[in-house]
């Protein structure tokens, strides 16, 4: 349930987390996920540390260099693409506001970071010999994408331009919330940037059974509860924070398989 070996073009496929102290977060998502950890070499890049469950990719972390000393950790997040160039392309047509050129992950595909418009950062990733995470929607895997941005409508054009999502208000008058669906599957959400949450992002979400328990746990672990465990539509969700100040997502609830 859950097992991946490949993903349709337009599906959030992957992510990772930029950190300053490795090391120390390692420890803090193994104890809270019970993850394995793999770390590969990459030269003068440092280690890249894969997290898995049973045998599967589920993520990973790296320790950022000296020239991003000033940019918080961070979750960031990949969407499968064919092509990698021709995406970065539609892009910049589609008004991005900052655009890397792709580059080859060894043999294991080809990425390209993407800034849209509103400022939030997602990769475009053209995979060769890795898809991305190997399992979903189960406990300690990822489970949902959200963008929190400052312009829906303007975030809305752009990704629907580059990726070809149709993004569908799903929420209400009182909490406007937008689901963003790759062909006729769920692939994302979207909601307005809360005050106070810093510049527009995507939210990854871990999946968990009991939610309590585990931003619990997070706090346990030296890392902050931002929202505490509530209720929504189809479960329960909470907002959360690592000892170094990556903030991520949990959510108990329905999953797809």
């Not at 260099?65 to 990949?78: C, I, M, N, Q």
């Not at 010999?129 to 975030?155: E, F, H, K, M």
């Amino acid at each position: 349930m859950g097992e991946r070996e490949r993903y349709e073009p337009g599906t959030f496929c992957w992510v990772d987390l930029g950190t300053v102290g490795a090391a120390a977060a390692k420890s803090f998502y193994t104890a809270l996920f019970g993850w394995d950890t793999v770390d590969i070499p990459m030269g003068d890049a440092g280690m890249y540390t894969v997290c898995s469950l049973a045998g599967r990719n589920v993520c990973a972390l790296y320790e950022r260099g000296p020239s991003f000393a000033d940019v918080p950790p961070a979750w960031l997040s990949y969407v499968s693409v064919v092509d990698a160039d021709a995406t970065v392309a539609r892009a910049r047509a589609a008004g991005a506001a900052n655009v890397e050129e792709p580059i080859d992950v060894f043999d294991a595909g080809r990425m390209a970071l993407i800034e849209d418009p509103t400022g939030a950062h997602v990769a475009a990733w053209q995979p060769k010999d890795n898809i991305g995470a190997g399992v979903v929607n189960v406990p300690g895997a990822l489970t949902l994408n959200q963008l929190n941005t400052s312009d829906p409508d303007r975030a809305a054009r752009f990704y629907a331009d580059v990726f070809g999502w149709r993004v569908v208000p799903v929420g209400t008058d009182q909490v406007p919330y937008w689901g963003i669906f790759n062909g006729e599957g769920l692939n994302g959400g979207m909601m307005t940037l809360p005050p106070g949450a810093g510049p527009p992002h995507w939210m990854a979400y871990f999946a968990t059974v009991d939610i309590d328990a585990t931003a619990a746990r997070v706090a346990e672990l030296g890392g902050t509860v931002l929202v505490a465990p509530s209720a929504v539509p189809s479960g329960h969700i909470a907002v959360v924070a690592d000892p170094q100040g990556a903030a991520f997502a949990l959510y108990a609830g329905n999953l797809d398989p």
